[in-house]
């Protein structure tokens, strides 16, 4: 054996040098991190026919990511783009989309564009916030979402300065913090102020506020027949400092008034209704100081009552959660 150990040491000592000599040139470093683009939200036209989907990449120029939407055949034939934007959903009757992007004033704003071959795009928002959760009405007449509605800071409500001369340079304000979240990991500082559900008409207008306080909300979805819309939020006294709550509720799109659907201890949120308007689908879990757990299906009728779990021994988070159109199934 021991005329052989020589030979064994080169082969060993061969093989990661042949190995290291085939490795391809172009080896993960920053520089390709720039040529990186990324695919996300997908969303089906009403008649399975197409799908519309966002597309990311790195603006080389302006040091950014930036999205368009890109459109193809629900085979997946003749992928093309669409229109620079984000966010997009298909209206109802799959004639419109709503997407986001850039607008006047300087900021992202809510555009909806005609699918038909002149593929008109209006614009039916002008604020000063960014909106996110579009969500259309049942009867496509309206599309709500969230956005942030900023709180005034009156921390110094007596202090009166002088005028700045014409000209003049001055040190910026400081930055007064009177909330226990307010900086975010890769943002820095975040605007005081909570994020509010809205609604506005699909042909543009102004928006009109549906939820109040300091709290926020999210996860937004409508009932069927218009009349309600869906959110998670914990509109408790001192929401922030409570660890792992939400509750669900609903709001009267007309009335504005809002009722609780849920109550137990843990985070609930994600609601989608049933088709048939009978049901909600949501996730959660009971109240744990664990460090990692995994959430769960539920299903509870319209007003709150008989809530169940459904998603058995799955060992994931549920998530995009969408209903059959019989209503049977998840």
């Known amino acids: 054996m021991r005329r052989f150990f020589p030979l064994a040491l080169t082969i060993l000592i061969t093989i990661p040098t042949l190995a290291a000599a085939q490795e391809r040139d ?24 197409q799908i519309v989907y966002t597309r990311r990449w790195v603006d080389k120029m302006k040091d950014r990511w930036t999205s368009s939407l890109w459109i193809m055949d629900a085979d997946g034939g003749r992928n093309r783009f669409l229109v620079d934007g984000s966010s997009p959903r298909w209206s109802p009757d799959g004639t419109r989309i709503a997407f986001v992007e850039e607008g006047d004033p300087t900021g992202a704003q809510i555009f909806v564009r005609w699918m038909d071959a002149e593929g008109a795009t209006t614009q ?3 604020m000063e916030e960014s909106p996110s959760d579009l969500e259309w009405s049942p009867d496509g007449q309206s599309i709500a979402f969230t956005m942030t509605v900023k709180t005034k800071d009156d921390f110094f ?14 040190t910026g304000n400081p930055k007064i913090v009177t909330r226990l979240w307010f900086r975010r990991d890769r943002r820095g500082y975040v605007d005081d102020g909570y ?23 999210g996860g937004i979805a409508w009932t069927p027949d218009g009349r ?19 509750e669900i509720y609903a709001v009267d799109v007309t009335s504005g008034s ?3 659907l849920t109550t137990r201890r843990g985070p609930d949120g994600n609601p989608v209704v049933s088709p048939d308007g009978r049901l909600v689908a949501y996730t959660g879990y009971d109240w744990t100081d664990d460090t990692y757990i995994t959430a769960t299906l539920y299903v509870m009728g319209l007003d709150g009552s008989s809530p ?6 799955l060992d994931r988070n549920p998530r995009d959660l969408t209903w059959s159109a019989d209503s049977k199934t998840l």
Do not use: K
């Open 26 to 49: 172009d080896v993960l470093d920053l520089a390709l991190y720039l040529e990186w683009e990324q695919v996300s939200d997908p969303q089906i036209s009403p008649d399975g026919r």
């Open 124 to 126: 039916i928002t002008r």
């Open 157 to 170: 409500p007596s202090i009166r300065l002088p005028e700045r001369p014409d000209g003049a340079e001055w």
């Open 195 to 217: 994020r509010h559900v809205f609604v506005v008409p699909a042909t543009g207008g102004t928006p009109r506020l549906l939820t109040d306080g300091d709290w926020n909300h």
């Open 228 to 246: 309600e819309i869906l959110f998670s939020s914990l509109r408790v006294e001192d929401a922030e400092h409570v660890w792992r709550e939400s």
């Open 258 to 260: 809002i009722r609780q």
């Open 308 to 313: 169940r779990e459904i998603s058995g021994d």
